[in-house]
């Protein structure tokens, strides 16, 4: 798919540079689109005019940054939604023909880290329930979970899918909540995961669930 009319994008805190432009959604056979993340509450409200207050989406390109920000047109078969999955949701499901602002960047410019957790239950028993599931102190294992600053790792969990699919059962049990990584409130409850890779977001047929990813610059 082609895209025109780029200008450049500048994440000032983030020291990053991309492209904005406009997409057609509607219009878009050519564009294969790769998502990450469940949703969590999708957008109910059925007014469409409701996108022309939404912020840019927030894509990653396989291509340098270089090539991306020099380019006077892009001819490409493959954007990574990186940041907007509820808004996209709502411009598919209400097939919105209009064009839409998004920004652009080099894969290589992203930083993900582990969206953070909440326990909202008490430590030691959110603790007792981790040794329940086989989950001990472990500090050399690449596929963890973080209480505080206790490693903890399983034999069960083979994957970073495996990890995530546990922290889906985490959510659905209550056992926590979504946590600002910028949020100044002071927790020691506060639970962390093995942060993803963007090529782990390829597997076909999976999503991690919501919250999973903390991914910079943010627009």
């Not at 007792?128 to 472990?138: A, E, G, T, V, W």
Request: glycine content about 0%.
């Amino acid at each position: 798919m082609k895209i025109k009319n780029l200008s450049s994008y500048e994440f000032k805190q983030y020291n990053v540079v991309g492209v904005k432009a406009q997409i057609n959604f509607a219009k878009t056979d050519n564009l294969e689109i790769n998502l990450h993340e469940e949703l969590s509450n999708p957008i109910t409200e059925q007014n469409i005019n409701l996108v022309e207050e939404f912020e840019p989406l927030l894509f990653a390109v396989d291509m340098e940054t270089t090539e991306l920000v020099n380019s006077k047109e892009l001819n490409i078969d493959c954007l990574t939604l990186l940041d907007g999955h509820h808004r996209y949701d709502f411009i598919i499901r209400n097939i919105i023909e209009l064009p839409i602002e998004v920004v652009l960047i080099s894969s290589k410019d992203v930083n993900i880290d582990s969206h953070l957790s909440e326990i909202n239950i008490k430590k030691v028993e959110f603790i007792d329930f981790l040794k329940s599931k086989k989950f001990i102190q472990n500090l050399n294992s690449n596929i963890y979970l973080k209480v505080d600053n206790e490693v903890y790792s399983s034999d069960e969990i083979f994957d970073i899918y495996d990890l995530y699919n546990f922290k889906r059962e985490c959510f659905q049990n209550e056992l926590i909540s979504p946590f600002p990584n910028d949020s100044k409130k002071n927790n020691e409850n506060i639970l962390s995961f093995t942060p993803i890779k963007i090529e782990e977001f390829y597997k076909e047929n999976y999503l991690f669930p919501p919250k999973s990813t903390w991914i910079t610059p943010r627009i």
